[in-house]
């Protein structure tokens, strides 16, 4: 019987079609096993030389060094008590460990050896000589590739370093290794198809948060004394909450964020930053001084030259505090609820002035300024992010919506309303909207900014307590629940700076009252954030401090003020 030539092209065609795809999957598995490898090289080069080092030094006390906190160790650096190969080698040692333990490390930067070895020769010593850091996969490193978990950007190395590191490395700091991130940096758990995911060190079933999960872990774990990170929804907050650490998210362009890779590039309704995580907030605090000089200032002109201001950090004037339990969008656990209340008289009993302080229309603010904002095309671009990668994405539903045509989300918005609400408001806020809308939108976010800070100044506040989502997430839970993230995103949308300090741990009780949890929705979401809380007696629960814009000096006052009062009244730190 004979074929007809029409059937057979056909069939050749989809063979070929077929055959090109196969090709095509085959090459990118190439690149993500050359990229693992290399992850592995990484490891075996910082085991080696910490055992050269061990070989060569047996009586340097690694364990000592580890034990000192930043300002300490900074200044045994500076004076030359403390030599800088000695410092150096501890934490590759400890970082090694920590990266087993976790898979917090991507790639460790060999060249930071010789830049130990050449730091002898340096005659004017910055405030961060000799400092070992770690830096986030997004943030680039000049010859080493910045992922955001994308196959496509394998073995595509930075040109030049980010303003960022080029001022570290000025002020005598040492990058030293780059940290995981989940695909696209949209999430706030840490996991992607290249590196896999990257486990919290306090314990290995919980997530480390993200999208700054890398340096959560490694800060967390003891292998990084400083950390870098990057934040557009809470990406350096709910790490260092999640792994019981300190991180300063600043006002959007108090730092430089030229040579940083952003999830969603132009986009300007919810703002990113570029910042520090730590054990402490005096880490945090020196960290500040040390970035805002006048090579930050001169490498990048968009930055404000404003140095750290000495006075307002080192102030011990009684505070007017703003404060509130709850968004009415996202219900605090328990841990959560009791940390704002127990935080708050602590305060008073210190002195301070705590005023209530009424949030409203939160859903409003996530849903229109900042889901809307960040996919106003509809999704498109986040989309094309994915184009040929082999993993579409762990953002779930945003990434399904995405997809989809507007005629479908109109649809899906208008019967899930009733049933559904947030669901709904999910839908409605991923259309594409007209250029004339977008302008609105940012007009809109811009009023809304001017309406808080005046209802902060009628109360005549300096600084903000609130909560900060916790505990730790079992491991794969944020990805289910990206709407969580209100208590975070808001001051991303404001572009207030604010920061995140541990100050109690989740106790038999909050687990007992937690088994009461409904949520205000009482939807999928609720349930699934009340299964995600369960079973953490003994993990931290952070909150976080806030201040108005440019007024990143208060902030970190505020923090130490906090952080200074819970280390009084519990032991766990």
Not at 278 to 287: G, I, M, Q, Y
Request: glycine share 8%; hydrophobic share 40%.
């Amino acid at each position: 019987m004979r074929v007809p030539l029409p059937a057979l092209l056909c069939c050749s065609a989809a063979s070929l079609l077929l055959l090109l795809r196969w090709r095509r999957r085959r090459g990118l598995w190439k690149k993500v096993e050359e990229a693992r490898r290399r992850q592995e090289r990484s490891l075996v080069q910082m085991e080696t030389a910490v055992q050269r080092f061990r070989e060569q030094h047996p009586s340097v006390n690694a364990v000592s060094i580890l034990s000192l906190p930043l300002p300490e160790l900074s200044k045994k650096l500076r004076d030359g008590s403390l030599p800088p190969e000695h410092v150096f080698y501890a934490y590759v040692g400890k970082a090694l460990q920590i990266a087993i333990e976790t898979n917090c490390i991507t790639e460790y930067l060999q060249e930071s050896e010789t830049q130990v070895r050449k730091a002898k020769l340096t005659e004017k010593l910055g405030l961060l000589y000799g400092v070992p850091v770690s830096i986030k996969d997004s943030i680039d490193c000049e010859g080493h590739d910045s992922t955001l978990g994308f196959i496509k950007n394998i073995n595509k190395p930075a040109a030049e370093d980010s303003v960022v590191v080029q001022v570290l490395r000025r002020q005598g700091a040492i990058p030293f290794v780059k940290t995981n991130v989940p695909q696209s940096l949209i999430s706030y758990d840490c996991k992607n198809l290249i590196f896999g995911q990257t486990f919290n060190p306090l314990l290995y079933t919980r997530s480390p948060g993200g999208s700054s999960g890398g340096e959560g872990a490694l800060v967390g774990g003891g292998g990084s004394i400083l950390g870098f990170g990057t934040d557009v929804g809470g990406s350096l907050r709910f790490p260092a909450a999640f792994c019981g650490i300190c991180a300063l998210k600043p006002t959007g362009n108090r730092l430089s964020k030229k040579g940083i890779i952003a999830g969603v590039l132009g986009q300007k309704a919810v703002v990113a930053a570029v910042g520090p995580m730590a054990k402490d907030v005096e880490s945090l605090a020196l960290c500040m001084r040390a970035l805002l000089c006048e090579d930050m200032f001169n490498l990048d002109s968009t930055v404000p030259p404003l140095p750290f201001n000495e006075e307002v950090y080192a102030s011990t004037q009684p505070l007017r505090i703003g404060y509130y339990e709850t968004d009415f969008f996202t219900m605090p656990s328990p841990a959560m609820r009791r940390a704002v209340r127990e935080t708050k008289q602590m305060l008073e009993d210190a002195g301070h002035t705590l005023v209530p302080f009424e949030l409203t229309n939160v859903d409003y603010m996530m849903f229109n300024f900042c889901v809307r904002g960040m996919f106003a095309d509809g999704g498109a671009s986040f989309l094309k992010k994915f184009k040929g990668e082999l993993e579409k994405s762990s953002m779930g539903v945003f990434f399904w919506l995405a997809k989809s045509p507007s005629w479908l989300k109109t649809l899906l918005s208008w019967i899930a309303k009733p049933f559904m609400p947030r669901f709904s408001d999910i839908v409605r806020s991923m259309r594409a909207n007209t250029v004339d809308e977008v302008w609105s939108l940012h007009h809109e976010i811009e009023e809304f900014c001017y309406q808080f800070i005046a209802q902060w100044k009628k109360l005549n506040l300096d600084v903000m307590l609130c909560p900060m989502l916790g505990p730790a997430l079992g491991i794969g839970y944020p990805g289910k629940l990206s709407v969580a993230v209100s208590y975070t995103m808001l001051y991303n949308a404001l572009d207030f700076p604010v920061g995140v300090v541990p100050v109690t741990v989740v106790t038999d009780e909050d687990e007992e009252e937690l088994k009461g949890y409904k949520g205000y929705f009482r939807d999928w979401w609720d349930r699934t954030l009340a299964k995600a809380f369960r079973g953490s007696a003994g993990l931290p629960v952070a909150v976080q401090c806030v201040a108005l814009p440019w007024q990143e000096e208060l902030c970190l006052r505020f923090m130490k003020e906090v952080e200074a009062l819970a280390l009084k009244k519990n032991s766990f730190f």
